[in-house]
T-cell receptor, first 115, second 115 residues
Framework: AQSVTQLGSHVSVSEGALVLLRCNYSSSVPPYLFWYVQYPNQGLQLLLKYTTGATLVKGINGFEAEFKKSETSFHLTKPSAHMSDAAEYFCAVSSRYTNAGKSTFGDGTTLTVKP | DTAVSQTPKYLVTQMGNDKSIKCEQNLGHDTMYWYKQDSKKFLKIMFSYNNKELIINETVPNRFSPKSPDKAHLNLHINSLELGDSAVYFC??????????????FGPGTRLTVT
């Protein structure tokens, strides 16, 4: 079984500040990990993913995440927040052993960016 | 050149009615999904099809019936609509594990309101 916990349902940062969204996962097999972003009234869009290889993954819009197996974490960061980063962010876990590539999603974190 | 499209975008109907939502993807993916997102933004998988075959059927009332006429299309029919069915329904597709690892591409969503 797989699960994802996103710590903090709401995160607020000032424009230009560091963005840190936390994600911890549980998986009995090597995981595939994903971050998605959902802007208001839109579908989810892939930000970045980790499958194998380099543990520091770079994504779109300046975001990156680091896979830490020892901590079972996959936190999302961005050095400097922009107003346009305000959105809902979802962490998800899957694996090559998962039925039909089913992903388990976290409950989401709402990011607010203050001017 | 929309990747995953859904129709309609908005659907307002009365309790007891039957309605359908259609989804099409032009990405050549083998796997397609239906998700329900409630008012708190929680995302719940409902169904998954792989090459027209039902793979995942989560605990969803029998009033919901998916149908995949071909691997590029996945429709959702809902009978006897209830107030609790009000939500945003997302269609998604994903490539095979060999193609990179199960990231999902989401449609824009269908906002269903049952009155």
């Amino acid at each position: 079984a797989q699960s994802v916990t996103q710590l903090g349902s709401h995160v607020s940062v000032s424009e230009g500040a560091l963005v840190l969204l936390r994600c911890n996962y549980s998986s009995s097999v090597p995981p595939y990990l994903f971050w998605y972003v959902q802007y208001p009234n839109q579908g989810l869009q892939l930000l970045l993913k980790y499958t194998t290889g380099a543990t520091l993954v770079k994504g779109i819009n300046g975001f990156e995440a680091e896979f830490k197996k020892s901590e079972t974490s996959f936190h999302l960061t961005k050095p400097s927040a922009h107003m346009s980063d305000a959105a809902e962010y979802f962490c998800a876990v899957s694996s090559r052993y998962t039925n039909a590539g089913k992903s388990t999603f976290g409950d989401g974190t709402t990011l607010t960016v203050k001017p | 050149d929309t990747a995953v499209s859904q129709t309609p975008k908005y659907l307002v109907t009365q309790m007891g009615n039957d309605k359908s939502i259609k989804c099409e993807q032009n990405l050549g993916h083998d796997t397609m999904y239906w998700y329900k997102q409630d008012s708190k933004k929680f995302l719940k998988i409902m169904f998954s099809y792989n090459n027209k075959e039902l793979i995942i059927n989560e605990t969803v009332p029998n009033r919901f019936s998916p149908k995949s006429p071909d691997k590029a299309h996945l429709n959702l029919h809902i009978n006897s609509l209830e107030l609790g069915d009000s939500a945003v329904y997302f269609c998604a597709s994903s490539p095979s594990e060999m193609a990179g690892g199960y990231e999902q591409y989401f449609g824009p969503g269908t906002r269903l309101t049952v009155t």
